[in-house]
């Protein structure tokens, strides 16, 4: 860790609000994109955004110096998403076999091509069901395995494998639907 950030840090721990104003700039950029990747809408990501800056601000005393910085900021904001995703999901009581999915475009997911702009993938993701977009982002952008995300969720390893399977699907189904509309 550079010098400079832990000087930065330290002066968090010391409630200093020109440490935390840095550290807010140099951090919200990553920090604000794991809220985007996990909340449907930019309203929820930015609750979840200054939610979970907030909770890194009274949480940062906590940290030990040890591992990536960036690495335990993150934690924070994705454990915050999940959290508000997991209160949003009791409330709503949407089961997964409620939803009806369509594959016959399967051969189609080949023609993705970089026909897709990066906002436009993004949109799909976040249009996916909560538990979707939750088991979806922890395995593909955060690199979590099925055994990692049933733990955090507390479902089984082969609820997390079926819930990505089926995530894959409605995103294959949707980028397939746009990319007929582009070529029509």
């Known amino acids: 860790m550079d010098k400079e950030l832990r000087i930065l840090i330290q002066k968090c ?14 951090l919200s950029p990553v920090l604000y994109g794991i809220c985007l990747k996990y909340m449907k809408s930019k309203v929820e990501a930015d609750d979840v955004f200054q939610d979970a800056f907030i909770m890194l601000f009274q949480k940062i005393d ?15 904001f994705v454990n915050e ?6 209160k949003k999901q009791r409330r709503l009581h949407v089961a997964i076999e409620d939803f009806n999915f369509n594959t016959d475009d399967e051969d189609n997911s080949k023609r ?5 702009t990066q906002e436009e993938l993004l949109n ?3 249009e996916l069901p909560d538990h979707y977009r939750m088991v979806f982002n922890l395995y ?16 089984a390893v082969g609820t ?19 990319l007929k509309k582009k070529v029509s």
């Open 140 to 155: 593909v952008f955060e690199d979590y395995s099925h055994k990692a995300i049933a733990n955090k969720l507390n479902i």
């Open 13 to 26: 721990v010391k409630q200093d609000k020109e440490g935390q104003r840095e550290l807010y700039t140099l």
């Open 124 to 126: 799909h993701i976040r």
């Open 81 to 86: 998403a999940l959290e508000v995703l997991r």
């Open 160 to 178: 997390s494998k079926s819930i990505l399977s089926r995530a894959k699907s409605v995103l294959r189904t949707k980028i397939n639907a746009e």
């Open 112 to 116: 993705l091509d970089l026909v897709l």
């Open 62 to 76: 906590q940290y030990r110096f040890e591992g990536s910085f960036e690495g335990w900021a993150k934690r924070i």
